[in-house]
């Protein structure tokens, strides 16, 4: 069956207005709604044995991986590992007995991933993937298969199938910390509420689309952007970097709020655009103060947060993005949407080719 555009004037467009819908879709097979439980694919291993999570991805799929090391560490408290794909084998990574290798990847053929797969595979740990293609190499390969039911994506630069591996990670998060005692079932029941309101936030995000379409008018002219995020949030800053670089060819960097005065601080002018991930909560002051120190050096601020966060840190931004109050677990969701609608708006200003942007392949199968 061939897939149209639709209305839509482009395919990652449309994927973007997809993710309320591929994101219920995947969160359905994950969640008991009779139980109120996070529930997890039949498994041939006993999981909550797992001492050692060793996460291995590349580009997109592998900042949904640093999203899921903060949520598996602070839920179930089992220690993480990341790499990305081409860097993990030459390090020699010590892999030890009892450990769990998690994949991620949207076409399951991306051959640097694949590569460290079977490398884990022949170091004794057990498998377990993330992918949207039920029928690619690495959900053959898997022990545990966590399929994402994003459905096919065209456009390059990932959308959907990024927000539904979340999904997919914030419910084995869950899973892992009720098998480790670390969930009771008055949390889990809270968890599962969160994720089952995560596709009306994700609504309340894309009606921010007309807003960011102008916005996008301030960006486009930029050489250089700077996104900044802190915890779970980082790699939604690192994502929205990604996603501008790759379809509007602006140069971007994501980088830790707290880590900016290390460095970035030096490009600060009033020709830089910073964008700022900071949904109210504990990290939200820290975040502020870093945003401070970018507004006293003429820095031009987008802060992108809840009315809560833009009541108390709005004034003086060149521009502010209002998204949903949100539980943390749920907000990396909700934040990649005005992220990939910026670069998606700048893009269009830009005129470049949105959807199958210059030197880029949807799937790299070399090494
Ligand atoms: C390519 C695509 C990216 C994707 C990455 C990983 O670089 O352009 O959008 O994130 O590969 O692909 P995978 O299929 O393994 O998630």
Redesign the pocket.
Known sequence: VAIEKGNYRHFMQKEIFEQPTVVAQTLSSYIRQVTQSVTLPQMDFDLGQVNRITVV??????YAGMVAKYWIETFARIPVDIDV?SEFRYRDPVLEPGGLALF???????AD?LAALKHCKANGQTIAVVV?VPTSTMAREADLLLPTHAGPEIG???TK??TCQLAVLAALAARLAVLRGRMDRAEETEVVRHLVETPACLNAALAHDDEIAQMAHLIAPARDVLYLGRGPDFPLALEGALKLK?ISYIHAEGYASGEMKHGPIALIDDAVPVIVLAPSGPLFEKTVSNMQEVRARGGKVVLISDAEGIAEAGEGCMATIEMPKVHPLIAPLVYAVPVQLLAYHVACVKGTDVDQPRN?????TVE
């Open positions: 991805a590349c580009g997109t799929s592998y794909a991620i990847s949207q076409s399951g053929e991306t991933t949207n390059v630069a990932s199938a990024f790759e880029l392949a949807k799937s790299v």
